[in-house]
Nanobody, 123 residues
Framework: QVEVVESGGGLVQPGGSLRLSCEVS????????MGWYRQRPGNQREWVVS?????????VDSVKGRFAISRDSAKGMNMVYLQMNSLTADDTAVYYC???????????????WGQGTQVTVSS
């Protein structure tokens, strides 16, 4: 059974930084893609950033230059991080980690989600 667990959220002042972590376990194949989404108060969940297994990354325009996704040197795509800098109140949201994983070689990927971690940017 695949499990996705986020950690690292919390309260931070405007201009501050946080690093979120996401660990995947129970999977047979390494994730093909890992991504972070967020749901701001009163809004739908939105995509923030993604990383492909080959290392390519994509960011939503609003976080470019401030957020950075990376993967663990030992655990590879099973452990990714989201470094968030220069945070503003608009970044306040529940952040969700998404793992796109194939159950068997050649299969399409299936999406697995974490439970979310709250990030609050406030003075």
């Amino acid at each position: 059974q695949v499990e996705v667990v986020e950690s690292g959220g919390g309260l931070v002042q405007p201009g501050g930084s946080l690093r979120l972590s996401c660990e995947v376990s129970g999977n047979r194949f390494s994730p093909a893609y890992m991504g972070w989404y967020r749901q701001r108060p009163g809004n739908q969940r939105e995509w923030v950033v993604s990383m492909a297994s080959g290392g390519a990354t994509n960011y939503v325009d609003s976080v470019k230059g401030r957020f950075a996704i990376s993967r663990d040197s030992a655990k590879g795509m099973n452990m990714v991080y989201l470094q968030m800098n220069s945070l503003t109140a608009d970044d306040t949201a529940v952040y969700y980690c998404n793992a796109a994983i194939r159950q068997r070689s050649g299969d399409p990927t299936s999406d697995y989600w974490g439970q979310g971690t709250q990030v609050t940017v406030s003075s």
